[in-house]
């Protein structure tokens, strides 16, 4: 049996959860006190991980040779991985490996000059060479060069749409740790203050994020839009240092939009497609809602946010996507196709499904079997 060595506190817990099949692992990361986590809430659901080997082996299943590296994929391959370390999945962690090795640990758009969209292929990169030291410093070279040249320009302006704080903060944030370099975290905060502020996308009065700047001061909160810019602040928050001087303001902001959200949230347990007018497409989606359920969910498990308030709103929409996303043959149906408001590919279908979807919703089911101990 070969012995794995692992870079980081934060690998050693991932490489430990790929190699158990059963029992608890408690872990801290070397940036953040450890969290200690109350019994499971009441309403917590029986079956989160055989729902997600449901859904992601129906993917792989018919998916078998991946090598798109574009960011619908990326966004997959994070759901992968973390559903391999829930289930402790050789087969979901070999299956990043192949991608990535089948990729040549490349970006779409090459290492000089590429944006956010390309860059979400590079924090699966990261996380397989974090994972094991048997990785070379190549497999991240170009992730590495692409986002370095932002560190090194002045524009803060790149992201100009939502969906990139998601694509790109987390490369940022998981290099700067491996570099040690403050530099990688300062970058990334000024180019998320221009989204937020400059720009003006964040909404300090609804607490959400409008798409980008056509839809600033209308009534359109997209709602995979939101759960790009959530679920980025929690991928940013698991390793971001303590001690950085804007942590505060990206919890801050998550706790806004917790707050929001939970409002926002149907009967169903599903969000709308449109989070400042439910009635516009009042059908189930599942790619926003499995976002708000990781970012909320990680939020519980991190001290972050309360788990009285917010436990019975992720754990009321796992249900909902267990019962009604999740076809009987492990499709992952009602997915928004690929767009940039509510009314993008419309209709949402049960056959409606996306790889960026299946991989929103293998991080919902890691953070939630987490808080519900399963």
């Not at 809430?41 to 998916?63: E, F, K, L, Q």
């Not at 640990?105 to 060479?129: K, V």
Request: proline share 5%; charged share 10%; glycine share 10%.
């Amino acid at each position: 049996m070969r012995t794995t060595t692992f870079r980081s506190s934060a690998a050693l817990a991932f490489g430990l959860a790929c190699a158990l099949t059963a029992g608890t692992v408690t872990t801290a990361d070397a940036q953040s006190p450890a969290v200690t986590v109350a019994a499971p809430p009441a309403s917590c659901p029986t079956g989160i991980g055989t729902t997600m080997a449901r859904v992601n082996d129906y993917w792989i299943a018919h998916h078998a040779n991946p090598t798109d590296r574009s960011w619908i994929t990326g966004a997959y391959f994070t759901g992968d991985l973390a559903a391999a370390a829930t289930l402790g999945s050789q087969q979901y962690s070999s299956y990043a490996q192949k991608w990535a090795t089948t990729a040549k640990f490349a970006l779409a758009g090459g290492g000089s000059d590429t944006g956010a969209d390309d860059q979400a292929a590079g924090q699966t990169y990261i996380e397989l060479y974090n994972a094991d030291a048997a990785h070379p410093a190549t497999d991240i070279a170009q992730i590495n060069q692409s986002v370095l040249t932002m560190v090194n320009r002045p524009a803060t302006d790149d992201w100009w749409w939502v969906d990139a704080l998601f694509m790109a903060m987390p490369d940022f944030a998981k290099l700067g740790v491996i570099k040690n370099n403050t530099a990688y975290f300062d970058k990334m905060y000024a180019l998320f203050h221009n989204t937020k502020q400059t720009r003006g996308l964040w909404d300090a009065n609804k607490h959400l994020w409008w798409r980008d700047g056509g839809y600033t001061g209308k009534n359109i909160y997209w709602s995979r839009g939101n759960g790009w810019a959530l679920a980025a602040l929690a991928r940013v928050l698991d390793v971001l240092p303590s001690t950085d001087p804007h942590r505060a303001e990206y919890v801050q902001t998550m706790q806004q939009m917790a707050a929001s959200l939970k409002t926002a949230q149907q009967p169903s347990g599903f969000w709308p497609v449109n989070l400042g007018d439910a009635t516009q497409y009042p059908g189930p989606e599942t790619s926003g809602t499995a976002f708000f359920t990781y970012g909320l969910s990680w939020g519980i498990n991190h001290g972050v946010l309360d788990a009285a308030t917010y436990a019975p709103v992720v754990t009321k929409a796992w249900k909902a996507m267990a019962t009604t996303s999740v076809q009987a043959n492990g499709s992952l149906g009602y997915v928004q196709g690929v767009g940039s408001e509510p009314g993008s590919s419309q209709p949402v279908t049960a056959g409606s499904t996306a790889a960026y979807g299946v991989g929103g919703f293998l991080l919902a089911g890691n953070q939630l079997a987490k808080l519900c101990g399963a």
